[in-house]
């Protein structure tokens, strides 16, 4: 699946590379600014899950979103400058706290965690897919479409967790009427 995206990007890569820059528009702007501030709420928040949780195989996923948001940010952020774009405030990093120092009450459990995981990673798919829509200049195309594509992979192993453990929310299934299922 990953060889699919990378084609693609490299596809982009080749035939936007010549293109004239123009200005970027109001919509690009705002869906820089925008996803630079997702990411930028996201990253504190992981760092919170990461203080809370004691399961290994979950403190690897939460670590790896944690990675792809910074590089993410870090990719944007210099797209950004670059362009002249001010960026938003950045909420400050959490710092390392013991899980177990954590009252119960006000400790998210494994499955909140990996629930909320799930929703950052769709809407940061979803803002993607949205700002892809709206781009003029292929370069801005191509940012779009390689973030997102990193978000759909990682979405797919927090996904294969969340089976594994139980944890995704499944709604009910459906059949027509008439049908037997």
């Not at 970027?24 to 899950?49: F, N, Q, R, S």
């Not at 998210?108 to 990996?114: G, K, L, P, Q, Y």
Request: glycine share 6%; charged share 25%.
């Amino acid at each position: 699946m990953a060889n699919i995206f990378e084609a693609l990007v490299d596809y982009m890569k080749k035939t936007y590379d010549d293109e004239p820059k123009t200005p970027l528009h109001v919509g690009e702007v705002m869906g820089c600014w925008l996803y630079y501030t997702a990411l930028a709420e996201e990253i504190p928040a992981l760092e919170i899950c990461l203080n809370t949780t004691i399961d290994d195989e979950l403190s690897v996923i939460v670590k790896e979103g944690k990675d792809l948001g910074e590089s993410q940010l870090n990719r944007l952020e210099a797209f950004m400058l670059e362009e002249g774009i001010p960026l938003p405030r950045a909420d400050a990093h959490k710092p390392k706290t013991d899980p177990n120092a954590i009252p119960s009450g006000v400790k998210s459990s494994d499955n909140e965690i990996a629930n909320l995981l799930s929703v950052k990673v769709a809407s940061n798919i979803v803002m993607c897919a949205t700002n892809t829509t709206q781009c003029i200049r292929g370069d801005m195309e191509k940012i779009w479409v390689e973030l997102q594509s990193e978000k759909m992979l990682y979405g797919s192993k927090l996904k294969m967790l969340m089976r594994k453990r139980g944890w995704i929310k499944v709604p009910p299934y459906y059949t027509p009427s008439g049908h037997e299922g």
